[in-house]
């Protein structure tokens, strides 16, 4: 069993559609992180966060840390965020990385 | 800042060759680490260094591999022999203390 585990694997949605993605992991971490890979390959690290709730224009990231699961929220998608998300977790000083999300929003 | 600089950004090499992939982490960040990244695989941690010291080199997947970090500001990973199966993309990242990691553009190494 992967310590990271993301759902769903493959995502496609209509411009304008909320959209949700989730990150479960099976050991006690310190943080945890998304991060945005393009068709280009860049990755960007979106969010770091231990606790609660961050935002950062359309995206918001949740974590529960007592059920050990996270969830990256894109409002009002657009095509350009068509990408592949990926959650890491740090345990203890390294990241661990989900498989990744794969999304593909459309006109 | 020009953030993490990697190089060669794309390296086509025979099985065999000596590969040496570099990377200039953003100044003033004191941890660095080297992922590849596979199809089969996804992203993988192979080493990271903290204040130029190695921490955990266990991603290493053998000792044809090998990683230096002589100063704050340069890093190596070496592969050699090189083979097929090294074929991969390979991303260098930096961060400061338990902020979030800024990645490098990656090396794409392809070993025929």
């Known amino acids: 069993k992967n310590e990271v585990e993301q759902s769903p694997q493959n995502l496609t949605a209509q411009e304008g559609e909320f959209i949700t993605i989730n990150c479960s992991y099976s050991?006690?971490?310190?943080?945890l992180h998304w991060l945005q890979q393009h068709p280009g390959g860049g990755i960007v690290s979106l969010f770091m966060l231990s606790s609660g709730k961050k935002k950062h224009g359309r995206l918001i990231a949740t974590i529960n840390i007592q059920e050990k699961h996270s969830s990256l929220h894109i409002t009002a998608s657009h095509p350009r965020d068509s990408a592949v998300y990926i959650c890491?977790?740090?345990?203890?000083?390294?990241?661990?990385f989900g498989t990744g999300t794969r999304l593909q929003v459309f006109p | 800042d020009a953030g993490v600089i990697q190089s060669p950004r794309h390296e086509v090499t025979e099985m065999g060759q000596e590969v040496t992939l570099r990377c200039k982490p953003i100044?003033?960040?004191?941890?660095l680490f080297w992922y590849r990244q596979t199809m089969m695989r996804g992203l993988e941690l192979l080493i990271y260094?903290?204040?130029?010291?190695?921490?955990?080199d266990s991603g290493m997947p053998e000792d044809r591999f090998s990683a230096k970090m002589p100063n704050a500001s340069f890093s190596t990973l070496k592969i050699q022999p090189s083979e097929p199966r090294d074929s991969a993309v390979y991303f260098c990242?930096?961060?400061?203390?338990?902020?979030?990691?800024?990645f490098g553009p990656g090396t794409r190494l392809t070993v025929t």
């Open positions: 260094f903290n204040n130029n010291v190695p921490i955990d």
């Open positions: 990242a930096s961060t400061l203390g338990a902020y979030g990691q800024y």
């Open positions: 050991v006690g971490i310190s943080a």
């Open positions: 890491a977790v740090r345990y203890p000083d390294k990241l661990i």
């Open positions: 100044s003033g960040h004191n941890s």
